[in-house]
């Protein structure tokens, strides 16, 4: 399984201030960045968020405990097919799995589809360390063999699956299965938060 569809959406005072906190983010274009854990470090009342999330969650028997919110910003310039890859937590020194997470739109384009791949899942032995340039900056990491987002792409072949309409207006989504992006140009702003559970394992109590 690699998504799951919610109707879960943060009420209007809470999307407002969402957007409000990164407003002065869409200035320049840039193509990926993730703000993690503490929406409260940015000297915001930022509870009602945290509310109505943990209130949501709470029916799946899940928190925001394994690894915080994470908040997945981009402003690109053309639309751009993202670098596909597996979802990696670094914690003590160890590598663990994101199994899924759930992820809401606040800012972006619907219909921009989301690709997944059997062919490849966190462990698997083709999941390699590597160095990988992603928008001209080099960073170490595993993933997925090729020297270029092209290079993993074509090395992954065809998709076993693709979705658009995703976060209309929020999703459950397999992240341990290799899965990318194509995005289009602008401001996106995704919240999104982290689990150790696989996608089939999550039940609505
Ligand atoms: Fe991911």
Same mark, same amino acid.
């Given at each position: 399984?690699?998504?799951?569809?919610?109707?879960?959406?943060?009420?209007?005072?809470?999307?407002?201030?969402?957007?409000?906190?990164?407003?002065?983010?869409?200035?320049?274009?840039?193509?990926?960045?993730?703000?993690?854990?503490?929406?409260?470090?940015?000297?915001?009342?930022?509870?009602?968020?945290?509310? /109505?999330?943990?209130?949501?969650?709470?029916?799946?028997?899940?928190?925001?405990?394994?690894?915080?919110?994470?908040?997945?910003?981009?402003?690109?310039? /053309?639309?751009?097919?993202?670098?596909?890859?597996?979802?990696?937590?670094?914690?003590?020194?160890?590598?663990?799995?994101?199994?899924?997470? *759930?992820?809401?739109?606040?800012?972006?384009?619907p219909e921009d589809p989301m690709f997944w791949w059997?062919?490849?899942?966190?462990?698997?032995?083709?999941?390699?360390?590597?160095? *990988?340039?992603?928008?001209?900056?080099?960073?170490?990491?595993?993933?997925?063999?090729?020297?270029?987002?092209?290079?993993?792409?074509?090395?992954?072949?065809?998709?076993?699956?693709?979705?658009?309409?995703?976060?209309?207006?929020?999703?459950?989504?397999?992240?341990i299965n290799a899965h990318a992006l194509e995005l289009?140009?602008?401001?996106?702003?995704?919240?999104?938060?982290? *689990?150790?559970?696989?996608?089939?394992?999550?039940?609505?109590?």
């Open positions: 399984m690699f998504y799951r569809k919610t109707d879960f959406e943060f009420s209007k005072q809470s999307k407002d201030l969402i957007v409000s906190l990164f407003a002065d983010r869409w200035k320049e274009s840039f193509p990926h960045d993730v703000e993690y854990g503490s929406l409260k470090a940015l000297g915001f009342d930022t509870n009602t968020i945290y509310e /109505e999330l943990n209130l949501f969650l709470l029916g799946y028997n899940l928190n925001c405990s394994y690894a915080g919110i994470s908040i997945f910003l981009s402003n690109l310039r /053309e639309k751009t097919k993202t670098n596909p890859h597996i979802d990696i937590l670094h914690k003590n020194k160890e590598r663990l799995p994101i199994r899924s997470r *759930f992820n809401i739109m606040i800012l972006g384009n059997n062919k490849m899942k966190f462990g698997d032995p083709d999941h390699i360390e590597n160095t *990988f340039t992603y928008f001209g900056k080099p960073y170490r990491s595993f993933g997925i063999p090729g020297n270029t987002v092209e290079e993993r792409w074509n090395y992954l072949r065809e998709p076993t699956e693709i979705k658009n309409n995703l976060l209309t207006p929020s999703s459950f989504v397999n992240t289009s140009p602008g401001p996106r702003l995704i919240v999104s938060v982290p *689990f150790d559970k696989n996608i089939e394992d999550i039940a609505c109590y």
